[in-house]
């Protein structure tokens, strides 16, 4: 079978096993993740792991790199994109070219793997795909490391900031109203702790408590929970498919997970990771935050609301009747 069948049929059967789990492929199930490596041409992998995790067993020929690898050493606060040209050079060490399908693992059920899919994405590199599962799962094709021949890799494409918000696009979006999604644990949220990294406990006021974990298997498999699964949560909220959405964590890394999920596999079309996260944000001393448990207008009346009609009716009403009660107990007395 020579390489142009070999690669009609794995494209045929990766379309149809994506169609299958109802997905654009971004994510990939453990078969069609081992297809790629198997069968088609220019295909990178990475694992987002350290060094001890990789030294235990990896997917073979796969290269490795890890958080201070693509963060910005020269910011005042841990977890910042690091500059393109960093990125570059980065893929370049790692024998990536612009042509590459590059394919992502980590140990942590993809959220490491989902932020450096967003950074590709962010600076230009559109053809890349995570693992949906677990390493485990690919135990069949573990082997020896890449023998890495360096590049000099460039973007294919320009800057897109679709994908990404920084501190002022984050506040300038909170007060016009957009969905604030925190992907963060509940003792985070409710700043019961402080995780290393950031400057005070709490949450960013008028975000939603939608942990990252809601999207997968955590104690199983790790893969992606049904499309349904995934929906009710985001309907509970009013989302909708073109809602203002930003998706935010303690550094940019479990937020990106969310940021995929709701773009790559449920549609929604206005989404941002905000890169700082909660430790830039608590690192501004000056900005707001909330602690404890979330309150929903259900649980509680905004005084800013005016009353409505019925409102203001029933009131008139109890009014009327306590003066009534008021005037028979008079005439009694007299």
Same mark, same amino acid.
């Given at each position: 079978?020579?390489?142009?069948?070999?690669?009609?049929?794995?494209?045929?059967?990766? $379309?149809?096993?994506?169609?299958?789990?109802?997905?654009?492929?971004? *994510?990939?199930?453990?078969?069609?993740?081992?297809?790629?490596?198997? #069968?088609?041409?220019?295909?990178?992998?990475?694992?987002?792991?350290?060094?001890?995790?990789? %030294?235990?067993?990896?997917?073979? $020929?796969?290269?490795?790199?890890?958080?201070?690898?693509?963060?910005?050493?020269? %910011?005042?606060?841990?977890?910042?994109?690091?500059?393109?040209?960093?990125?570059?050079? &980065?893929?370049?060490?790692?024998?990536?070219?612009?042509?590459?399908?590059?394919? &992502?693992?980590?140990?942590?059920?993809?959220?490491? *793997?989902?932020?450096?899919?967003?950074? =590709?994405?962010?600076?230009?590199?559109?053809?890349?795909?995570?693992?949906?599962?677990?390493?485990?799962?690919?135990?069949?094709?573990?082997?020896?490391?890449?023998?890495?021949?360096?590049?000099?890799?460039?973007?294919?494409?320009?800057?897109?900031?679709?994908?990404?918000?920084? =501190?002022?696009?984050?506040? *300038?979006?909170?007060?016009?109203?957009?969905?604030? !999604?925190? %992907?963060?644990?509940?003792?985070?949220?409710?700043?019961?702790?402080?995780?290393?990294?950031?400057?005070?406990?709490?949450?960013?006021?008028? *975000? !939603?408590?939608?942990?990252?974990?809601?999207?997968?298997?955590?104690?199983?498999?790790?893969?992606?929970?049904?499309?349904? #699964?995934?929906?009710?949560?985001?309907?509970?909220?009013? =989302?909708?498919?073109?809602?203002?959405?930003?998706?935010?964590?303690?550094?940019?890394?479990?937020?990106?997970?969310?940021?995929?999920?709701?773009?790559?596999? =449920?549609?929604?079309?206005?989404?941002?990771?905000?890169?700082?996260?909660?430790?830039?944000?608590?690192?501004?001393?000056? &900005?707001?935050?909330?602690?404890?448990?979330?309150?929903?207008?259900?649980?509680?009346?905004?005084?800013?609301?005016?009353?409505?009609?019925?409102?203001?009716?029933?009131?008139?009403? %109890?009014?009327?009747?306590?003066?009534?009660?008021?005037?028979?107990?008079?005439?009694?007395?007299?």
């Amino acid at each position: 079978m020579n390489s142009r069948i070999k690669l009609l049929f794995a494209s045929v059967f990766l $379309f149809i096993s994506g169609i299958a789990y109802g997905q654009m492929e971004t *994510a990939l199930l453990p078969n069609d993740f081992e297809m790629y490596i198997r #069968h088609i041409e220019k295909v990178k992998v990475i694992a987002i792991c350290k060094p001890d995790e990789f %030294a235990k067993g990896h997917v073979e $020929f796969a290269t490795r790199i890890w958080r201070d690898d693509y963060e910005d050493t020269s %910011a005042q606060f841990g977890g910042i994109i690091a500059p393109r040209e960093s990125i570059e050079n &980065l893929l370049s060490l790692s024998g990536i070219t612009s042509e590459d399908t590059i394919l &992502l693992y980590d140990h942590k059920g993809g959220c490491d *793997a989902a932020r450096f899919w967003w950074i =590709l994405n962010v600076y230009g590199h559109k053809n890349a795909h995570i693992l949906n599962g677990s390493q485990g799962d690919l135990s069949k094709i573990f082997g020896n490391p890449s023998v890495i021949e360096p590049t000099e890799y460039s973007f294919p494409n320009g800057i897109d900031s679709s994908l990404y918000a920084n =501190l002022d696009e984050l506040l *300038a979006a909170n007060k016009r109203g957009a969905f604030i !999604l925190d %992907a963060r644990t509940k003792e985070e949220f409710e700043g019961s702790i402080l995780k290393d990294g950031a400057f005070k406990s709490g949450r960013i006021p008028n *975000a !939603l408590f939608y942990p990252w974990t809601n999207a997968i298997n955590a104690t199983g498999d790790q893969r992606l929970k049904s499309k349904d #699964h995934l929906k009710k949560k985001l309907s509970e909220f009013g =989302l909708k498919k073109d809602s203002e959405i930003i998706v935010y964590c303690h550094s940019g890394v479990r937020s990106a997970h969310t940021t995929l999920v709701l773009t790559e596999i =449920l549609g929604y079309t206005n989404v941002k990771n905000f890169d700082g996260s909660w430790i830039e944000y608590s690192f501004n001393k000056d &900005l707001p935050i909330e602690t404890g448990e979330q309150v929903t207008k259900s649980e509680t009346l905004d005084q800013d609301e005016p009353y409505t009609v019925l409102q203001i009716f029933l009131i008139l009403l %109890a009014s009327i009747a306590l003066f009534a009660l008021y005037r028979y107990r008079l005439r009694k007395r007299g």
